[in-house]
């Protein structure tokens, strides 16, 4: 009888964290009952932001969505979950099947693909059994630990610079410790990166790393996120629910964009932020260079990216012309390592040589010399309004018009299309699903 008791407790399966997206919401409904009954928590989304912001601010074992709903669609939350969340188990679901669509979701990661027949709920319900029972060995096994220690530990931030190793150091000497820390710098330069790398190098490193991006949230919503609230507490309040805060306790909470992108010390000047709050959490600060800053990392982050984009888009590129690498060298990066990475990657889709050539690079990259670089006119300046610019939106945009204009020219003949575009069709076809087309 003893023996009969621990073989029945072996096999219990581990409780998962469920994330349902659908515009129907009477699916969403039957399908949170149905999943709670089994002894899951489960949290459902409306459309592809509202899930995203939940994606953003909590870890889910498994995401179920359905591929076409307004607003976006479930391979591009495929595309971001994986992304953010790798290890999450991503279901995609439809009513109207199709092989395309089937082929693009599993390329893209998708775990699994299910239609909307007369026993998909059961489907589903396997599906969320086998994932769930695997939950369970795998966290026994320290895998989910080891996992994120190779994704997202010191091995992920690449530099070799005086000030980056400057930072490895910091962030060896700070991660035994319990104090707050207060991580500074430009958009794209890898603060989350440093964030991850202090919570996986200290003790709390098989505790949760849970990230908020607090400028995607009003301030109601805001203080709702971070602290929680009970039933009943405002309409819409329908279970207690507890906030990030207590869901990463032993663990790190990662706050991004707390000063909403600003110099905190010109915010307090100003009146624009809490000198309080400011001493409260920059007990450790820690600033993280500009890319123009340490422009000795330039060549091996962009050859480290150069290795990633070439296996990915399965091209013969071998190097960077010397005279491309100048170029990237010389070349100030207002986006930092993430418009490297977006740079790189659209030379490797254009380049149809060996090497990387000048000829392939942005023209605000190729444009630009020692001999110009002190003296771009005003005209240049009069490109950016004073309150800036989404420069990955702006430039997926342009990617996504030019594609879609070589299109219709083409009359949808995709080859044709990539001809019109001076790029390969291996390269058109890395592109086109990119943007979903």
């Known amino acids: 009888m003893q023996a009969t008791k621990v073989a029945a407790k072996e096999t219990k399966k581990e409780a998962a964290h469920i994330l349902v997206v659908d515009d129907e919401r009477s699916l969403c409904e039957l399908l949170e009952i149905t999943f709670r009954k089994d002894g899951h928590r489960v949290e459902v989304a409306s459309g592809v932001e509202a899930a995203r912001r939940k994606l953003e601010g909590a870890l889910f074992d498994i995401v179920i969505s359905d591929i076409r709903m307004p607003g976006g669609t479930g391979l591009e939350l495929l595309r971001f979950t994986k992304e953010?969340?790798?290890?999450s188990f991503f279901l995609l679901m439809t009513a109207l099947p199709d092989l395309d669509t089937a082929v693009d979701a599993l390329n893209s990661g998708a775990d699994r693909f299910v239609i909307k027949d007369h026993n998909y709920v059961e489907?589903?319900?396997?599906?969320?059994g086998e994932v769930s029972?695997?939950?369970?060995?795998?966290?026994?096994a320290g895998y989910l630990r080891r996992e994120l220690r190779r994704l997202t530990g010191l091995d992920n931030i690449i530099g070799q610079s005086p000030k980056m190793k400057a930072i490895f150091d910091m962030i060896q000497t700070v991660a035994p410790q319990n104090s707050r820390v207060l991580i500074t710098g430009e958009s794209g330069t890898g603060k989350e990166l440093v964030a991850r790398a202090i919570h996986e190098n200290s003790a709390r490193s098989?505790?949760?790393?849970?990230?908020i991006n607090c400028g995607a949230f009003p301030e109601t919503l805001l203080e709702s996120e971070l602290f929680g609230y009970m039933k009943g507490a405002f309409t819409g309040a329908n279970e207690n629910r507890r906030g990030l805060f207590q869901a990463a306790h032993g663990g790190t909470l990662f706050m991004d964009e707390i000063g909403t992108n600003k110099d905190l010390e010109k915010a307090i000047a100003a009146g624009e932020f809490r000198e309080d709050l400011f001493y409260r959490l920059s007990v450790i600060p820690i600033h993280?260079?500009?890319l123009r800053e340490r422009r000795d990392d330039i060549p091996l982050l962009a050859r480290h990216f150069l290795e990633q984009f070439r296996k990915s888009m399965e091209k013969p590129i071998q190097g960077i012309a010397p005279e491309a690498m100048s170029r990237l060298e010389t070349y100030d990066w207002p986006g930092n390592v993430r418009e490297l990475e977006n740079t790189i990657e659209r030379a490797v889709a254009l380049e149809s040589g060996t090497e990387i050539s000048a000829r392939v690079l942005p023209d605000r990259v190729s444009d630009v010399n020692p001999a110009v670089s002190a003296s771009l006119g005003q005209a240049d300046a009069n490109l950016i309004p004073e309150e800036g610019i989404n420069f990955e939106q702006v430039v997926a945009e342009t990617?996504?018009?030019?594609?879609m204009a070589a299109l219709a020219k083409a009359d949808g003949v995709r080859t044709q299309a990539s001809e019109l575009l001076k790029i390969s069709y291996r390269s058109f076809r890395h592109f086109a699903k990119k943007h979903n087309l």
């Open 206 to 211: 098989q505790t949760p790393f849970i990230t």
């Open 288 to 290: 993280v260079p500009s």
């Open 399 to 403: 990617e996504r018009r030019y594609l």
């Open 133 to 140: 029972e695997s939950l369970k060995w795998k966290k026994e």
């Open 84 to 87: 953010i969340a790798p290890d």
């Open 123 to 128: 489907q589903l319900r396997r599906a969320v």
